[in-house]
């Protein structure tokens, strides 16, 4: 039902000639079903999830069938072949071996000289190939195909996190786009007012003509603001449509809901980086990937040692007919062989192996130390954010306060429309840094949870 749901909202997207409205959890639901990068994450998983079904087929006998048919002058295999259709007597054997000497000890011409004719030969055959021991390689191959499985699960799960990281902080994006375009608007219209203001000032004789003008040059430039601030919501709405894979959708078509706001959070740096250990899929994956160095090791080892295996076939041969039945037999056996040496290659594969497992030990402790760094990098980066908010807000207060007095004073011809229009422009200034600040603390706290691993498809945050 949901996936159902969800095709419906791409479609209305797609041919809707008015805006839809889109939630950042809506957003990301799209973007888990159509990115690009998802689904090729999701193709290698069926790949190696086909592997390990593969490696598991080692443990069955391998049966083939087939048919062959030979026409030959060659007299060993031609008289094998007759042999073989159990047609083959005294008498015929003389066309493929000379025993015309035994026509003087006989005393009478029974055996002709031999003419080595040409004879035909239909085989069929159903033969089969059990192994019982291969000093342990069977088993530890298809050990390693069911590790790499899991660890190309996990490579997905990131995979997902960075889809919804990137959905999400495009999503942010786009309401500091649209939050801008609010926030330009709110400008015009405040300078707007102190434009009237100037004007009746002026028709009243309290204000020089040039305070009109100057409101007027301001209000002009806040409006082509509007305008820039329209284009840059339009191109972040593309951005985010990327994001969610949807190529040929307008981003006019959409319309980002939601509020800006950050929600702070109370864990310190070490409950983070101890998720990040404990829950980073990629983490996992090279852990996993690791166990199967290790394995490598005994898989390699097993070249060293010898292998038993049963094999078999049932045959039947005829002259003139595929699957045909002039002769018929079977053949069971064991068979043991043991490379005993073949110039170190074995051995030297195994010590390679060993170091390979050694290499990808040293890889994952240095990952989990980048990890920690990752972490801890992100968390200061988020502090940093918060500190910036704080101060933000509070340079927002003392700006409302300070345009409230300029106002008044210009009003009461104490100040010029230079002053007014200077605290205006501090004053919006600070309102979009305020705005800013919510924005770039909520992508650090996004970030920090990227880094731990806790971006889950619950999209709010973490789980």
């Given amino acids: 039902m949901k996936k159902i749901s969800i095709i419906l909202l791409v479609a209305v997207i797609a041919v809707s000639g008015y805006s839809r409205e889109l939630t950042l959890k809506e957003a990301v639901e799209i973007a888990l079903k159509n990115s690009y990068q998802l689904k090729a994450e999701q193709r290698k998983l069926k790949s190696k999830e086909l592997e390990y079904k593969e490696a598991k087929g080692l443990r069955w006998p391998t049966i083939t069938f087939s048919e062959m048919f030979m026409r030959t002058n060659v007299p060993g295999w031609a008289m094998m072949n007759e042999l073989n259709q159990q047609r083959l007597t005294m008498n015929s054997s003389a066309k493929y071996v000379d025993m015309t000497s035994f026509n003087t000890l006989l005393g009478q011409p029974l055996f002709k000289p031999p003419t080595y004719p040409e004879w035909n030969n239909w085989q069929t055959k159903i033969q089969f190939q059990v192994p019982i021991w291969a000093g342990g390689k069977i088993g530890t191959g298809i050990q390693m195909r069911k590790k790499e499985f899991e660890a190309a699960k996990f490579d997905l799960e990131r995979t997902k996190q960075k889809v919804i990281y990137d959905v999400s902080k495009a999503y942010y994006g786009a309401l500091l786009a649209k939050d801008a375009i609010k926030l330009a608007k709110q400008a015009y219209k405040s300078v707007k007012k102190h434009y009237e ?11 020089i003509y040039a305070d009109v003008l100057r409101a007027k040059v301001y209000l002009t430039r806040v409006k082509s603001k509007i305008e820039e601030a329209q284009n840059q919501y339009l191109i972040a709405k593309r951005g985010l449509l990327l994001a969610m894979g949807l190529d040929e959708v307008d981003p006019a078509q959409i319309e980002v809901v939601g509020e800006l706001k950050f929600a702070d959070t109370n864990k310190d740096v070490r409950y983070w980086q101890e998720v990040a250990l404990s829950e980073r899929p990629d983490l996992i994956a090279l852990r996993t990937r690791v166990e199967n160095a290790k394995k490598y090791v005994d898989f390699q080892k097993a070249d060293m040692l010898p292998t038993i295996g049963a094999f078999g076939y ?17 053949t069971l056996g064991i068979a043991l062989n043991w490379k005993l040496f073949d110039g170190f290659q074995a051995y030297n594969r195994y010590k390679a192996a060993k170091e390979t497992f050694k290499r990808y030990s040293q890889l994952k402790k240095g990952f989990e130390e980048y990890i920690k760094f990752s972490v801890y990098k992100a968390y200061k980066e988020l502090i940093t954010a918060k500190s910036k908010l704080k101060a933000a807000e509070e340079n927002l207060r003392y700006a409302e306060e300070v345009l409230k007095i300029t106002e008044k004073r210009y009003k009461n011809q104490m100040a010029s429309m230079i002053d007014l229009l200077d605290t205006q422009t501090m004053y919006d200034q600070i309102k979009f840094e305020k705005t800013k600040a919510t924005y770039d603390a909520q992508i650090s706290l996004l970030d920090l949870k990227y880094q731990s691993g806790k971006l889950k498809e619950n999209i709010g945050g973490d789980k």
């Fill in 197 to 207: 203001t100037a004007k009746l000032m002026y028709d009243n004789g309290l204000a």
């Fill in 314 to 330: 049932y045959q039947m041969d005829d002259r003139y007919n595929p699957f045909g039945t002039d002769g018929t037999g079977f």
